[in-house]
């Protein structure tokens, strides 16, 4: 069983609506927890990260983290056509190595 | 400032043959890590280099290995190449190591296929 797990998708929301991406993991020594966006044949862009448990708020995205129940949500409001993209949740307990789940296709629709 | 390099984008490789693969990181960064992404695993961790030693490694078959140069540079190899190799290969620096700010900065990666 891999160790962050995502639902891969895809998941369809209209335009202006709130996205919601769920990660969920299995070890409970994970430290760092991430959100990537990759777009298609592109590389992972940072989003957020969050280390504490409670929500972390930066312009349209919130990360949610949740170490006792084990785990880590985005939320995108206002959703746009150009959000549409693959979501990768990351976490490491190392600080030096990334577990990366398989990601969350988003697509929005106008 | 420039971003995270990687030569060559795209490669055609046959089984057996061995690869190298080239990562200039961001200037000023010295911690220098590898992924590999499939369609069907995802991204996993290759290693991840600093001031030229290799201090963390994923669970990947010795046939793949690395290096850091003095400027931070790095190369990766993977010998023997099977048909499971064919991946993406990226490559991210950080400033520093561990993830303190969170700020890993990936590469547009190289585009290994197998045949």
């Known amino acids: 069983q891999k160790e962050v797990e995502q639902n891969s998708g895809p998941l369809s929301v209209p335009e202006g609506a709130i996205a919601s991406l769920n990660c969920t993991y299995s070890d409970r020594g994970s430290q760092s927890f991430f959100w990537y966006r990759q777009y298609s044949g592109k590389s992972p862009e940072l989003i957020m990260f969050i280390y504490s448990n409670g929500d972390k708020e930066d312009g349209r995205f919130t990360a949610q983290l949740n170490k006792a129940s084990q785990y880590v949500s985005l939320l995108i409001r206002d959703s746009q056509p150009s959000d549409s993209a693959t979501y990768l949740c990351?976490?490491?307990?190392?600080?030096?190595?990334?577990?990366f789940g398989k990601g969350t296709s988003l697509l929005v629709t106008p | 400032k420039a971003g995270v390099t990687q030569t060559p984008r795209y490669l055609i490789k046959t089984r057996g043959q061995q690869v190298t693969l080239s990562c200039s990181p961001i200037?000023?960064?010295?911690?220098v890590s590898w992924y590999q992404q499939t369609p069907g695993q995802g991204l996993q961790f290759l290693f991840e280099?600093?001031?030229?030693?290799?201090?963390n490694k994923g669970n990947f078959p010795g046939r793949f290995s690395g290096r850091q140069f003095s400027n931070s540079r790095s190369e990766m190899n993977v010998s023997t190449l099977e048909l499971g190799d064919s991946a993406l290969y990226l490559c991210?620096?950080?400033?520093?190591?561990?993830?303190?700010?969170?700020?890993?900065?990936f590469g547009e990666g190289s585009r290994l296929t197998v045949l």
């Open positions: 280099y600093f001031s030229e030693t290799q201090r």
């Open positions: 991210a620096s950080s400033l520093s190591r561990g993830f303190s700010t969170g700020e890993l900065f």
């Open positions: 200037s000023g960064h010295r911690s």
């Open positions: 990351a976490l490491s307990n190392s600080g030096y190595a990334l577990n």
